[in-house]
Nanobody, 124 residues
């Protein structure tokens, strides 16, 4: 079992930055594909970014390319999401997820473990 806990969310003005962190316990993350998803009220869960175990494969949804950066520190069992130039449409609960599979997936139902989420609110 892997327990994931997100932190770093908050309220920020448009154009601002936040850095989300996902800390894992229970098992080392070094063998897991890690991802961030987000869910806004009344909307489906949306893929944001994913990173392979060795960080050699990284995917982003088009709407965050050039603004968000996903990274991982396997020694610290942590995954980060640096979010710059935030927009009101980025407002959502951001969730960290871990996948034991071998393919870096953009589909939420491929992920085995989930955190509780952290709220990000961007004001205009």
């Amino acid at each position: 079992q892997v327990q994931l806990v997100e932190s770093g969310g908050g309220l920020v003005q448009a154009g601002g930055s936040l850095r989300l962190a996902c800390a894992a316990s229970g098992r080392t993350l070094s063998r897991y594909t890690m991802a961030w998803f987000r869910q806004a009220p009344g909307k489906e869960r949306e893929f944001v970014a994913a990173i392979s175990p060795s960080a050699d494969i990284i995917y982003y949804v088009d709407s965050v390319k050039g603004r968000f950066t996903i990274s991982r520190d396997n020694a610290k069992n942590t995954v980060l999401l640096q979010m710059n130039n935030l927009k009101p449409e980025d407002t959502a609960v951001y969730l960290c997820a871990a996948d034991t599979g071998f393919v870096v997936s953009r589909r939420f139902n491929d992920y085995d473990y989930w955190g509780q989420g952290t709220q990000v609110t961007v004001s205009s």
